[in-house]
């Protein structure tokens, strides 16, 4: 019933949006003489903030077509090389690559946004490297007969991809995946397996939330599994291909998401307005062009993000070593080839400072050497991964990691 109701409230608000987006055209055409009053803009400029936040949003395109390399312009490809019900695996390479440049997986968060939330991520990385991406899919669109999908499901997925990419890879895991790709990394190692990764960075995850739990960390420890179960999982309606299926829907994650910081966004879309007033169409634009994508969820299968409150969360079972995986304890005394860089934000209001740091001293067969940790100064959540400081301070400390670890590994070769 949650569902359904929310899909014919979304109905209304589209055709809503669909009026006051040709209001708002009308009252700025300059064909009518309301729009030289002083009245005119203010009302327009309103009917626009109020089509752009209740518009429908499916999900967006990477569109990355060119990359910037040593004042050199080169035309990107993007690929499907891989294609899995629950998520297929996209590849950016571009021409300036040499032939034994870096593979890099990263490893998107399934946390409600697209993997497009990582569009910068892959936009600096591709630079130097070929980059790998996990597009997960969205829940409702996967049909009941490609079965459940849990958070062995998604460690099985992390190995399918490594496996594809071939040895020699690195991996970068932003965020709630920290976690089951530092799982197949032990696992990965404990096996021998000659796809295990050359480094695995982590960026934001909660590795062990026992270390300055946030906001997150204590709604999930203040509520019984069963809560969980019972308030935020819905069932597929009957319009799309995932009918049936159990989920946490893209639209209650996305009113988490606002919740979190409700005055933020409201301020942000008062200065939209503003600035739609004054007729600062770029700046306006840039407030669109952020809303667009953090706007734009997907549902997550039940099983998943039931499993992942539990064991992350609750549990903390992967730093207790108590965390099992298809019958196998996760040991990550294990990861003994594997190079470790934890990325944290000093402002980080998500994954709190010491969370994914805790990763390092978990590794406890892994050298000191193989081991670093950076805290980005002044950086919040997605600031970690995105923007100016992101481009500027951090990819550069992940690209020599990656560089430092890769030629090791071509001498080795050699």
Known sequence: MLYTAYEMQRSWLNAASTWASVGAELLSNPALPFGYSGLGPVMASALEVFAHASAPYGKPAFDIETVTVDGRVHPVTEAIVMHRPFGNLLRFTHPGLPADAPRLLIVAPMSGHFATLLRGTVARMIERCEVYITDWADAKMVPLEAGRFDLDDY?????????????????????????????????????????????????GGPVDTREAPTSVNDMAMQRPIEWFRHTVIATVPLQYPGAGRRVYPGFLQLAGFMSMNLGNHMLSHYHMFKHLVAGADEDAEATKAFYDEYRAVCDMDADYYLQTVQEVFQRQSLAKGEFMHRG????????????????????????????????????????????????????GHYGIFNGSKWRDHIAPVLEDWIQRHDKARLKAAA
């Open 155 to 203: 460690i099985d997925y992390v190995v399918s991809y490594l496996e594809h990419i071939g040895p020699g890879a690195h991996m970068l895991a932003v965020c709630q995946p920290s976690v089951p790709a530092l799982a197949a990394t032990a696992l990965m190692n404990a096996q021998k397996h000659p796809a295990r990764p050359l480094s695995l960075t982590m960026m």
């Open 328 to 379: 196998t304890r996760i040991d990550l005394g294990a990861i003994r080839d594997t190079a470790l860089l934890a990325v944290e934000g000093e402002r980080d209001d998500i994954s709190g400072i010491g969370q994914t740091k805790a990763a390092l001293k978990l590794a406890t067969g892994l050298a000191e050497a193989r081991k670093k940790y950076l805290l980005a100064p002044d950086v």
